[in-house]
Nanobody, 123 residues
Framework: QVQLVESGGGSVQAGGSLRLSCAAS????????MAWFRRAPGKERERVAS???????FYADSVKGRFSISKDNAKNILYLQMNRLIPEDTGVYYC?????????????????WGQGTQVTVSS
Protein backbone atom coordinates (compact mmCIF):
# COMPACT_ATOMS: atom_id res chain seq x y z
CA GLN A 1 0.00 0.00 0.00
CA VAL A 2 1.19 3.47 -0.91
CA GLN A 3 0.78 6.59 1.19
CA LEU A 4 1.06 10.07 -0.28
CA VAL A 5 1.71 13.25 1.67
CA GLU A 6 1.62 16.65 -0.03
CA SER A 7 3.35 19.79 1.18
CA GLY A 8 4.32 23.20 -0.10
CA GLY A 9 0.97 24.89 -0.43
CA GLY A 10 0.36 28.40 0.80
CA SER A 11 -0.81 31.88 -0.08
CA VAL A 12 0.91 33.96 -2.72
CA GLN A 13 0.18 36.99 -4.81
CA ALA A 14 -0.50 36.71 -8.51
CA GLY A 15 2.72 36.30 -10.43
CA GLY A 16 4.38 34.39 -7.63
CA SER A 17 5.61 30.82 -7.46
CA LEU A 18 5.15 27.77 -5.29
CA ARG A 19 6.57 24.28 -5.40
CA LEU A 20 4.42 21.42 -4.22
CA SER A 21 5.93 18.15 -3.09
CA CYS A 22 4.34 14.75 -2.73
CA ALA A 23 6.24 12.19 -0.70
CA ALA A 24 5.34 8.60 -1.41
CA SER A 25 5.95 5.80 1.04
CA UNK A 26 5.06 2.15 1.29
CA UNK A 27 4.94 -0.08 -1.76
CA UNK A 28 6.08 2.43 -4.37
CA UNK A 29 6.83 1.74 -8.01
CA UNK A 30 8.58 4.36 -10.10
CA UNK A 31 6.82 3.08 -13.22
CA UNK A 32 3.34 3.89 -11.96
CA UNK A 33 1.50 6.95 -13.17
CA MET A 34 1.59 9.91 -10.80
CA ALA A 35 -0.51 13.01 -11.12
CA TRP A 36 -1.51 16.30 -9.61
CA PHE A 37 -5.19 17.20 -9.46
CA ARG A 38 -6.80 20.30 -8.09
CA ARG A 39 -10.25 21.25 -6.91
CA ALA A 40 -10.98 24.93 -7.38
CA PRO A 41 -13.80 26.50 -5.34
CA GLY A 42 -17.15 25.48 -6.79
CA LYS A 43 -15.60 23.27 -9.47
CA GLU A 44 -14.97 19.61 -10.11
CA ARG A 45 -11.58 18.16 -9.36
CA GLU A 46 -9.44 18.22 -12.50
CA ARG A 47 -6.11 16.79 -13.54
CA VAL A 48 -3.47 19.51 -13.70
CA ALA A 49 -0.43 17.47 -14.66
CA SER A 50 0.73 13.88 -14.75
CA UNK A 51 3.74 11.78 -15.60
CA UNK A 52 3.41 8.19 -16.69
CA UNK A 53 5.72 5.24 -16.34
CA UNK A 54 7.46 6.05 -19.61
CA UNK A 55 8.07 9.63 -18.53
CA UNK A 56 5.41 11.09 -20.80
CA UNK A 57 4.04 14.27 -19.30
CA PHE A 58 0.59 15.82 -19.56
CA TYR A 59 -0.42 19.36 -18.66
CA ALA A 60 -3.85 20.88 -18.62
CA ASP A 61 -4.12 23.72 -21.12
CA SER A 62 -4.71 26.18 -18.30
CA VAL A 63 -1.25 25.55 -16.80
CA LYS A 64 0.91 24.86 -19.84
CA GLY A 65 4.01 27.00 -19.86
CA ARG A 66 3.60 27.88 -16.18
CA PHE A 67 3.65 24.58 -14.29
CA SER A 68 6.24 21.84 -14.40
CA ILE A 69 5.87 18.31 -13.04
CA SER A 70 8.87 16.20 -12.12
CA LYS A 71 9.77 13.34 -9.86
CA ASP A 72 12.76 12.10 -7.98
CA ASN A 73 12.56 8.32 -8.14
CA ALA A 74 15.41 7.85 -5.69
CA LYS A 75 13.55 9.85 -3.03
CA ASN A 76 10.03 8.85 -4.13
CA ILE A 77 8.95 12.47 -4.35
CA LEU A 78 6.72 14.06 -6.98
CA TYR A 79 6.97 17.81 -7.53
CA LEU A 80 4.84 20.48 -9.10
CA GLN A 81 6.64 23.73 -9.77
CA MET A 82 4.05 26.45 -10.24
CA ASN A 83 5.17 29.77 -11.73
CA ARG A 84 3.30 32.92 -12.77
CA LEU A 85 0.42 31.94 -10.57
CA ILE A 86 -2.97 33.50 -11.21
CA PRO A 87 -6.05 33.66 -8.95
CA GLU A 88 -7.69 30.92 -11.03
CA ASP A 89 -5.01 28.53 -9.75
CA THR A 90 -6.52 28.74 -6.29
CA GLY A 91 -7.70 25.43 -4.95
CA VAL A 92 -6.78 22.28 -3.09
CA TYR A 93 -4.06 20.35 -4.86
CA TYR A 94 -3.94 16.58 -4.57
CA CYS A 95 -1.27 14.10 -5.46
CA UNK A 96 -2.49 10.77 -6.81
CA UNK A 97 -1.12 7.54 -8.16
CA UNK A 98 -2.52 4.49 -9.83
CA UNK A 99 -1.28 0.93 -10.24
CA UNK A 100 -0.66 1.34 -13.93
CA UNK A 101 1.99 2.77 -16.20
CA UNK A 102 -0.56 4.86 -18.03
CA UNK A 103 -2.27 7.96 -16.76
CA UNK A 104 -5.83 9.14 -17.18
CA UNK A 105 -7.91 12.24 -16.65
CA UNK A 106 -10.48 10.14 -14.81
CA UNK A 107 -9.92 10.43 -11.09
CA UNK A 108 -11.76 7.21 -10.34
CA UNK A 109 -8.92 5.14 -11.80
CA UNK A 110 -6.41 6.48 -9.32
CA UNK A 111 -5.90 4.16 -6.39
CA UNK A 112 -4.24 6.38 -3.84
CA TRP A 113 -4.66 10.03 -2.96
CA GLY A 114 -2.93 12.43 -0.65
CA GLN A 115 -4.80 14.61 1.80
CA GLY A 116 -4.43 17.73 -0.32
CA THR A 117 -2.67 21.04 0.17
CA GLN A 118 -4.29 24.46 -0.17
CA VAL A 119 -2.99 26.97 -2.70
CA THR A 120 -4.41 30.48 -2.58
CA VAL A 121 -3.45 33.10 -5.14
CA SER A 122 -4.55 36.66 -4.50
CA SER A 123 -4.80 39.38 -7.12
Amino acid sequence: QVQLVESGGGSVQAGGSLRLSCAASGYTNSRNCMAWFRRAPGKERERVASINGAGIIFYADSVKGRFSISKDNAKNILYLQMNRLIPEDTGVYYCATRLDVYCSAAENVFNTWGQGTQVTVSS
